[in-house]
């Protein structure tokens, strides 16, 4: 036996996890639970790259960055839409707002 040359990710959710019944096997279950979170966790790294070319941008532009860094900040808010780790996914009912 050796060692493999390459390193092989899983990127895709596992092929036998049922989200009507997430119980049924256990170990699916937790693969998929891997898998959300290491998709929130590109996602969160990947607005904090934008997040830091905003400040490189506000900083080289000066006055002129209302013009010249909007498609870089529209970027940054559409990469930071529904990343978190808090409610954000739950119907509006679930949030404990009266």
Known sequence: ??????VEFDENPPDNFD???PY?????????REYLVREKW???????II???VKWCYRIEG????????HLVQ??????????W???HRPPELHGLP
Do not use: F
């Open 51 to 53: 997040r830091e070319r």
């Open 63 to 70: 006055v002129n960055h209302h013009q010249k860094c909007r």
């Open 19 to 21: 989200p009507s019944n």
């Open 86 to 88: 808090g409610k954000d």
């Open 1 to 6: 036996m050796g060692r493999k040359k390459t």
């Open 24 to 32: 049924g096997d256990p170990v699916a279950m937790l693969e998929y």
């Open 75 to 84: 970027q940054y808010l559409d990469a930071t839409r529904g990343v978190g």
């Open 42 to 48: 590109i996602q969160i790294e990947m607005a904090k």
